[in-house]
């Protein structure tokens, strides 16, 4: 870095001022001129809040030159672009982001701490982008992040909710939900687009004309709502290419019936305002659940008709039509949430651009790629057909068309199973209502669909899409998950990045095959050392945050054992609350034994309608206060429920990690990400043999990873054989004692029967596995306890994981979407 005052280096001459400089001096002085002339404060005046502003500003023009060099790039190169369409982007913050790609946090910390600002401070400062709910999104937004490393030319297309995933309040063990307004302050990193605006239409009804003596099918929409793009730059690793995040608010077209407020009649007169612009106001909080609602199909159709407006547009500007469009972009459905814009591009290419049927069809298919996230049956999308003949009347009819070419196709190729022609239809037949199935419609509009893991990928073919998957074998693909190591190594843990960068060198930053070299000194006592001390200081960091929040005191000196994910059944929090209770009763009975010390720390929100989820988080709190007060186990067992998870505290619970809980019932998690990021930062797994848990026990080894519980064959087959949970428990002697506690209240005096049904419900369906996989479950944590006590194994393993999960980075799963999906180049490792 710069010293103030020092020469400046050769090559930072030229251009080294206030705009575009990155000498200390110039950063400096950019900070000052934007808190000056964009902030409008003087420095005695400035608060936390006006410095990240202005520093946030500084840092944008930085992104905003390779912005623009990448723009000018890719529409003078020619290349196919990438538009990556998602309902949500779980972005996190972006200031350490950016500092990062540029390769200026240094510099910055320097520079501002002349002006005696702490830029660490700053970073607390700025709100977090939580414009998605879990795994999904967080993964659209690494995906970003790693299109710009590769220069994959791309757009991310998706809603700028005004409130993001509600803020997490926990009272009395409770979850509470409270709007997430994280816009309220502005958001220095996003250009409005006022100008870059779409209508799109709801509801109304379709005419028939004949053009030369073809039917033309045109839609006049009873009601209009304009979209207006919102535009966040992207950057990716040392700042090469940067990329567009593009999101959609909505706008209605008029602002106000002036008729109506004339007469008196003031909130009736924006009542058609307040129902346009609903569009954006909420993210739905529902993860891995349906939605369900009228609202949300709205933002779905809202979004993907925008951005094929938009694409279709910037390809008209470049051909003079859209029969190359394939050629020039590939569009990836995250999830089935855009699957509309199928019907939309055909509604576009037919009716509007006047395409043949076929050949509009054709291109579809070779433009659109689907990735699936879930295969749980409760999550799978489908609309009411009377909703979408309401809502959408021609992409209704587009729907039944599509459907019915493809169902005469396959009828004409031999096919007559009545079973596989309903599995295979876009229309769900059933309940006394027909449903539209976006999996299939997704499915039959894409020339490719992936899963997310291996095990996830072969599911897939077996179950939810085993029929279209036998008529359209090579269809599916496997994409294994991936993190960016930009945010979860880099930025969230600069202690174990510096002592990788001195063992390892440089190189690692760029590619992370070089973690490898790190097996060969696991056993080394003194890298072990430093590790150790790093991690402790993380700890130490997080029993700050700990305290801070809950009041609570941990020991950095514990095991820390981690389960970080939404709040959910088949992920199964209640798994190892139950085990933290048997754990409690163990050492309560021998508290003279040898304990390894943990602290147990959960953290997660539940989506607001779920009952049961809520109650596993009333149920954490409540087996804490009872663990936490109890003088036996002292020092020895802490039980702790983190508020309001997201992904800025994500990025300080897992460098803090000792161990990390992967416990889902196999075959239920399609892959998981959060269990690739603690591994990469050191912690050892407790898994199931489910999701991308099984490809880092192939990659870590056995010895370096603690696998326990069913497969997911065995789930499937003990889920056929009608087994029952009370069996199970009577079996286990430990098991029937901690059922019984929860279940008489000895963690509710208050309310002796709050857990009495959530007890019962387990011993009779315990649809998740929990008692099936407990005593098993409970082994594998006295042989983690064993690995503890024994820290040069425990170090030695930790290392073994770092080292090999290299592979997991974003970036070798976006080379993959770009070769076998997208047919786009990717930038060369450095
Ligand atoms: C999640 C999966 O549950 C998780 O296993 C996976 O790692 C992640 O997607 C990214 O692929 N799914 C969701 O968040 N949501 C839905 C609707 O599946």
Same mark, same amino acid.
């Given at each position: 870095t710069q010293q103030p005052g020092a020469a400046l280096p050769a090559a930072a001459q *030229?251009?080294?001022?206030?705009? @575009?400089g990155n000498s200390v001096e110039a950063l400096r002085g950019a900070v000052m001129a934007k808190l000056a002339y964009a902030v409008g404060k003087v420095q005695a005046d400035a608060s936390d809040r006006d410095w990240f502003l202005a520093t946030a500003l500084a840092v944008r023009d930085r992104v905003v030159q390779g912005w623009q060099r990448s723009y000018h790039t890719t529409n003078t190169g020619g290349t196919k672009r990438v538009y990556y369409m998602s309902l949500e982007f779980l972005i996190g913050r972006l200031m350490f982001d950016a500092l990062t790609n540029l390769g200026l946090t240094d510099t910055m910390r320097e520079a501002l701490s002349g002006l005696g600002v702490d830029l660490d401070k700053l970073r607390e400062v700025e709100p977090d982008a939580a414009l998605g709910n879990g795994g999904l999104g967080r993964l659209a937004a690494c995906f970003m992040e790693s299109m710009a490393t590769l220069a994959v030319p791309a757009y991310g297309y998706g809603i700028r909710y005004e409130n993001g995933l509600f803020r997490q309040v926990v009272k009395d063990g409770w979850q509470q939900e409270y709007p997430e307004n994280w816009l309220s302050f502005g958001n220095p990193w996003e250009f409005a687009r006022p100008e870059i605006a779409y209508d799109i239409g709801f509801g109304g009804h379709v005419e028939t004309h004949q053009v030369d003596g073809a039917p033309r099918y045109e839609w006049f929409p009873s009601e209009t709502v304009e979209a207006v793009a919102y535009d966040t730059p992207v950057v990716g690793w040392r700042g090469h290419h940067v990329n567009t995040l593009r999101l959609w608010s909505a706008r209605a077209g008029d602002p106000l019936r002036l008729d109506a407020f004339n007469e008196g009649d003031h909130v009736g007169a924006m009542a058609d305002r307040v129902k346009a612009e609903? /569009? +954006?106001?909420?993210?739905? *909080? +529902?993860d891995a659940t349906p939605a369900g609602q009228e609202l949300r199909l709205r933002q779905e159709y809202f979004f993907a008709a925008a951005s094929l407006q938009d694409l279709v547009r910037r390809h008209l500007k470049k051909y *003079?039509?859209? +029969?190359n469009l394939a050629d020039q972009a590939a569009i990836q459905l995250n999830d089935t949430h855009p699957a509309i814009a199928v019907v939309e591009l055909m509604r576009l290419l037919v009716?509007?651009?006047?395409?043949?049927w076929d050949d509009a069809w054709r291109i579809t298919q070779a433009t659109f790629g689907y990735t699936n996230h879930t295969l749980l049956p409760e999550a799978l999308e489908t609309w009411p057909v009377p909703l979408m003949e309401r809502m959408l009347p021609r992409h209704m009819q587009i729907i039944y068309l599509v459907n019915a070419l493809h169902l005469d196709k396959l009828r004409a190729e031999g096919h007559s199973d009545v079973d596989v022609m309903r599995s295979v239809s876009i229309i769900a037949e059933g309940w006394g209502q027909q449903r539209v199935k976006m999996g299939t419609l997704a499915f039959i509009g894409s020339h490719r669909i992936n899963g997310v893991s291996a095990l996830h990928t072969d599911l897939m073919r077996q179950t939810v899409f085993r029929d279209l998957n036998a008529i359209y074998p090579d269809r599916i693909n496997n994409k294994t998950n991936g993190i960016t190591f930009r945010r979860w190594l880099m930025e969230a843990n600069p202690a174990l990045t510096a002592i990788l960068v001195d063992v390892l060198g440089k190189a690692v930053l760029d590619d992370p095959s070089h973690l490898e070299k790190l097996a060969q000194h696991a056993g080394d006592p003194a890298l072990q050392a430093r590790l150790k001390a790093a991690k402790r200081d993380n700890k130490a960091t997080l029993g700050g945050i700990i305290a801070a929040r809950t009041g609570i005191q941990v020991d950095p000196d514990a095991m820390f054992d981690i389960q970080i994910k939404r709040i959910h059944e088949y992920k199964r929090q209640h798994l190892n609350l139950l085990e933290t209770i048997a754990l409690y009763n163990a050492i309560r009975a021998e508290p003279w034994r040898d304990w390894a010390p943990r602290v147990k720390v959960f953290a997660g929100k539940a989506a607001a309608s779920y009952h049961t989820a809520k109650l596993i988080i009333k149920l954490a709190n409540d087996v804490a206060r009872v663990v936490n007060d109890d003088p036996t186990v002292r020092g020895k067992l802490k039980v702790v429920f983190l508020p309001n998870y997201n992904v800025s505290l994500a990025e300080r619970i897992i460098p803090a990690a000792d161990l990390s809980e992967q /416990?889902? @019932?196999?075959?239920?998690?399609? +892959?998981?990400t959060g269990n690739m990021k603690l591994a990469l930062n050191g912690a050892l797994t407790i898994g199931t043999l489910d999701g991308a848990n099984v490809e880092i026990k192939e990659r870590v080894g056995d010895d370096n990873i603690f696998i326990f519980g069913l497969t997911a064959e065995e789930v499937a087959a003990r889920h056929r054989s009608g087994l029952s949970a009370r069996e199970t428990i009577a079996n286990s002697p430990r098991l029937a004692e901690v059922m019984e506690a929860v279940s008489s209240g000895v963690f509710s005096p208050d309310d002796t029967d709050r857990y009495r049904d959530f007890a019962n419900a387990l011993r009779d369906h315990d649809h998740f596995l929990v008692t099936a996989d407990f005593d098993d479950y409970y082994a594998a944590q006295r042989r983690v306890d064993a690995l503890w006590r024994d820290q040069a194994a425990w170090w030695r393993a930790s290392i073994m994981n770092t080292a090999r999960v290299g592979w997991f980075s974003s970036d070798r799963t976006i080379g993959e979407y770009a070769r076998d999906i997208w047919d786009v180049p990717v930038r060369a490792a450095e």
């Open positions: *030229p251009d080294d001022d206030l705009r @575009t609903a /569009i +954006s106001k909420v993210l739905y *909080p +529902s *003079p039509d859209l +029969s009716d509007l651009h006047g395409m043949a /416990i889902s @019932t196999a075959g239920m998690e399609a +892959s998981g």
